[in-house]
């Protein structure tokens, strides 16, 4: 597994908390897998894609109808990324 730097983590925190987590050799397997699953069954709302080897991440909300990329240094709550707007 060495060679699977990306990681995608999704979280949940309604009805019950849960952050799933999942390892890719590549970006683009990462980015896939998270818009593939974000918001799906309106269970996982927020999503990292992070980089192991250089600590780089990335944060996206699922606003209940799209993916928004969010570049803030705070986290937000389910009730407040639905609020989002791009």
Not at 3 to 14: N, P, R
Not at 50 to 62: I, K, L, Q, V
Request: aromatic share 18%.
């Amino acid at each position: 597994m060495s060679g699977e730097k990306w990681e995608v983590c999704l979280v949940a925190d309604f009805p019950f908390f849960e952050i799933w987590c999942k390892r890719f050799r590549s970006y683009r397997r990462a980015r896939r897998f998270m818009k593939k699953n974000l918001g799906q069954n309106h269970v996982f709302y927020c999503a990292v894609i992070s980089d192991d080897r250089n600590s780089a991440f990335e944060t996206f909300y699922w606003n209940g109808e799209k993916i928004i990329r969010w570049d803030k240094p705070w986290v937000l709550s389910r009730r407040q990324a639905l609020a989002l707007e791009d």
